[in-house]
C-alpha cells in the first residue's frame, strides 16, 4: 500500500500544476531545502521527506507522522 501511494505521490509532485491534494511545505526554516508532503491524500499519518535544492529533489524518507 505505501510502495503504490510513494509512486502516486511522486507522480503528483511531477505534475504542473502541483495537485492541490498534496500539501508540500517547508520542514525547517532553518534548512531552506527540505521539503515534507503527506503521502496519503486523505490522511496525515506519513510524510515524505525530499531535499529539494537548486530544483533537483532528492528522496530522503517516509515516516509516520505523530
Known amino acids: 500500500m505505501q510502495r503504490a501511494s510513494l509512486a502516486d505521490c511522486f507522480q503528483d509532485l511531477l505534475a504542473d500544476p502541483l495537485s492541490a491534494a498534496r500539501r508540500l511545505y517547508l520542514l525547517n526554516p ?6 515534507s508532503v503527506d503521502l496519503f491524500t486523505k490522511t496525515t499519518t506519513h510524510k515524505v521527506t525530499l531535499t529539494i535544492p537548486d530544483g533537483a529533489a532528492t528522496f530522503r524518507r517516509v515516516d509516520g507522522h505523530p
Do not use: P, Q
Request: a positive charge; hydrophobic letters at 35%; aromatic letters at 16%.
Open 30 to 35: 532553518k534548512r531552506a531545502d527540505v521539503y
